[in-house]
């Protein structure tokens, strides 16, 4: 009798596996999502988005598919960057609920937590997501997403500065062979600092006014650019133990002078070139190198170059010429990143997670990151391994594995306690010393700036969430 | 018989009907709690909380003495935004002043067109000055703008001035701006005062020998001083709480070097949500500022 009941369970197993278990193989959190919201339909959710093409996104095709999809509809807020995160916390302590889901950059994450502005998601994973697709987001942007052990927010864009630079100058051999007699080495996208420096000069040399051997972003997150030169020179933030800030230190003054001394191979008026200029300047042919955020390959490529919300975007001269590399430092800045995350005051929280859960699903997601507008990049294992993407374009898969290996090797972005007080001040001081003022006035004037905040803070709080962030190891890469 | 009547009326004292006098403060109290709950409110919250702790991410409500204003003694950045508020003070007001004088001279007299011209040169004073902080900004843009290319052709040659990026020319940039957008106002109330300076006196000063700078030093110049005095005094006013402009053009850079006083409260107020902090910037700043208003009145002889 047990053989019996044996063979009948052995083949209830079976049917099982040949039933069951293909349903499972193709569950997908995006499907899950979708399913798990109709029961919504006819709810509105509210989301702060960033202004711009990042909102174009949720508000032209997102919201509206997910409308079709569950009957749950999206309002899209549009909010400038700098205004996201104090907007937020404004909405947080005054209680509204006015947003369901936020926008989030990662350094956020740690200030929003200790302000209780965030929804802890873990019991939402645990109740619709999909491990499988937890465990395809490349290591460095799956800890974006969590805080003490516990995830607050789920990841649909994964920044990474990338050094840009024509494929078509950089392989001419009349430009290879004066290069290495001049210089000594082969002309290729730069190891360093220096190596950048010469480049730029050899390129600016020969070809300006026509074209300049580089165009950097002057304003505007100029602190991303400081921080990543200032700590590919051994450079530290924070004594660890007094917490003074030694931003001010030789590989500060280096890291600034040499930025401020490097506009000199540059366009006229590089000073008060921005992300728009910058991309503006490579799209035309202006420019040999630039350093710059994900998306620009894609619209030097010219995709969905026809879409309206891009036509400010000049028309791409440089089509199957341009080159990816990791920046000259050798650790690329992750240069903000968004993420997606819920409000503990949304009175649809469930609605609204699952619309986070469909944006962050493999299946959504890599739609979104192939598509210039929303300005999504890849973060997840699946998007760089996907025959899709890497087919987008002819050099489709070389952007990819620059963007994987500059995202393993990265800086992290400085992650503390009013972490946007200190990045606002070491912006200043980048714009002071490219505007003229002496880099190491400039740095010791950020240094006063930090210390009078920390001290502000308390410099036993500071210091617990400096050491906490220092741990990690895509703080300082040693 | 009639005058008799009337001067027992004006002698017996006068009746009101009960409750007259309460009636007039219900007339008057919407616009009193308006004004207390706008005006005076704002302010008297302000000074509460410049005691506690509030910040975006601190809610402490907590009373902690006078710590903020220790800091703003410490605080170089504040003093350096009072500093570039008055040397944009100083250097934009004598320039409007003069030129508005100037205009007002000139538009005196008959000309051609005059009403024309008149109305051409006040419209800069109509833009609102967020539009014309944006739109001096593309004029200095050294790629495209055309100060740029007009200096460029006086001197025969390309030139690439940083306007908005270098401190040394972020300044004269600003103040460009600012004179060109409020100078229109300084010329407006200015011609107005001189049209009305009594035609008779300056003819006698003429017939006495006086020449047209004495005629408008010792004539024109006491008539219009009062008037002159509250467009000072309002241009005055005016420029302490610059923003728009500086906002547009520079943000307050590069670093802090044109950072005004009222970009650096919005900064530490609205950007920064330094709530305390701020409360007690605008306590101190306001006691010295009505302070300061106190004394101009009195010595310009406006308010006695």
């Known amino acids: 009798m047990a053989r019996w009941y044996a063979i009948a369970a052995l083949g209830g197993l079976a049917t099982f596996a040949v039933g069951v278990m293909p349903v499972a193989a193709q569950e997908n959190a995006a499907t899950k999502a979708v399913e798990a919201a109709k029961q919504y339909a006819g709810t509105t959710i509210n989301t702060e988005e960033e202004a711009g093409l990042m909102a174009m996104l949720g508000i032209n095709i997102t919201g509206p598919e997910w409308q079709e999809l569950t009957g749950i509809q999206v309002r899209v807020s549009e909010v400038p960057y700098e205004e996201l995160f104090p907007k937020a916390m404004l909405e947080h302590r005054a209680g509204t609920g006015a947003y369901d889901m936020l926008t989030i950059a990662p350094s956020w994450v740690a200030d929003m937590v200790r302000a209780g502005a965030l929804e802890p998601l873990d019991p939402y994973i645990e109740k619709y997501g999909v491990k499988s697709e937890f465990d395809d987001i490349a290591p460095a942007f799956r800890d974006w997403m969590t805080f003490d052990g516990k995830t607050y927010a789920l990841v649909v864009d994964g920044d990474v500065h990338i050094l840009y630079y024509r494929k078509d100058l950089f392989e001419d051999p009349t430009n290879m062979e004066a290069f290495k007699a001049e210089y000594g080495y082969d002309l290729a996208p730069p190891q360093n600092w220096e190596q950048f420096g010469q480049i730029c000069q050899f390129l600016t040399d020969k070809y300006a006014p026509q074209l300049y051997g580089a165009g950097l972003i002057n304003t505007g997150y100029t602190y991303y650019f400081f921080f990543e030169r200032f700590r590919s020179y051994g450079g530290r933030f924070f004594d660890p133990e007094t917490m003074k800030a030694t931003v001010n230190s030789d590989a500060g003054v280096r890291a600034l002078t040499e930025m401020v001394e490097q506009n000199g191979c540059q366009p006229p008026g590089v000073q008060n070139w921005g992300f728009g200029e910058s991309l503006s300047a490579l799209n035309s042919g202006e420019i040999a190198m630039t350093i710059s955020w994900p998306p620009l390959a894609r619209w030097t490529q010219g995709i969905n170059a026809d879409e309206q919300a891009l036509s400010w975007v000049p028309p791409t001269q440089v089509k199957d010429k341009i080159g990816y590399a990791i920046t000259p430092s050798g650790h690329s800045e992750m240069a903000a990143g968004i993420l997606l995350a819920l409000s503990p005051n949304s009175k649809n929280k469930d609605a609204t997670y699952l619309y986070m859960q469909w944006l962050h699903s493999k299946q959504e997601s890599l739609k979104n990151v192939m598509r210039p507008l929303g300005l999504r990049d890849p973060f997840r294992i699946s998007q760089y391994e996907s025959p899709e993407f890497q087919s987008l374009w002819p050099t489709a898969k070389d952007y990819l594995e620059t963007h994987k290996r500059a995202v393993e090797t990265g800086y992290a972005d400085l992650a503390i306690l009013d972490t946007y007080k200190y990045w606002d001040s070491a912006g200043r001081a980048v714009n002071a010393a490219i505007g003229g003022k002496d880099p190491q006035q400039a740095l010791d004037d950020l240094a006063a700036e930090w210390d009078a905040l920390t001290e502000q803070i308390g410099v036993d709080r500071q210091r617990e969430a400096y050491t906490a962030w220092a741990a990690a190891p895509a703080a300082y890469r040693e | ?304």
């Open chain 2, 1 to 304: 018989m009639a005058i008799q009547a009337a001067a027992v009326t004006t002698a017996a004292p006068m009746t009101r009907p009960a409750g007259a006098g309460g009636f007039k403060y219900l007339l008057i109290a919407p616009a009193v709690f308006v004004l207390l709950a706008f005006g005076l409110f704002p302010f008297l919250y302000s000074v509460v909380v410049s005691f506690q702790k509030l910040s975006l991410l601190d809610q402490y409500t907590s009373f902690q003495g006078l710590l903020n204003y220790a800091r703003l003694l410490q605080d170089q950045r504040l003093w350096n935004a009072v500093l570039h508020t008055f040397a944009i003070t100083a250097i934009a007001l004598p320039f409007q002043l003069a030129l508005g004088l100037l205009l007002a001279h000139h538009f005196l007299a008959e000309r051609p067109f005059k009403r024309l011209f008149v109305a051409l040169l006040i419209i800069p004073s109509v833009i609102s000055p967020m539009v014309a902080g944006s739109m001096w900004r593309l004029m200095f843009d050294d790629r495209y703008g055309p100060i740029n290319q007009m200096i460029g052709w006086i001197l025969g040659e390309h030139v690439s001035i940083l306007w908005t990026i270098q401190a040394a020319w972020a300044y004269p940039a600003i103040i460009i701006c600012d004179i060109w957008e409020w100078t229109p106002f300084m010329f407006i109330i200015l011609l107005a005062a001189l049209s009305n300076v009594d035609r008779e006196q300056l003819d006698a000063a003429s017939i006495d020998g006086a020449n047209a700078w004495q005629s408008f030093r010792y004539v024109s110049l006491p008539a219009i001083w009062p008037v002159m005095m509250i467009a000072l005094l309002i241009r005055a006013l005016d420029l302490v709480r610059l923003f728009d402009i500086v906002w547009q053009l520079t943000r307050g850079g590069p670093g802090n070097a044109t950072e005004t006083i009222s970009i650096y409260m919005f900064v530490r107020g609205f950007q920064e949500f330094e709530t305390s902090y701020t409360g007690a910037m605008v306590v101190v700043l306001l006691v010295l500022f009505t302070a300061v208003l106190v004394v101009a009145l009195r010595r310009m002889e406006i308010v006695r």
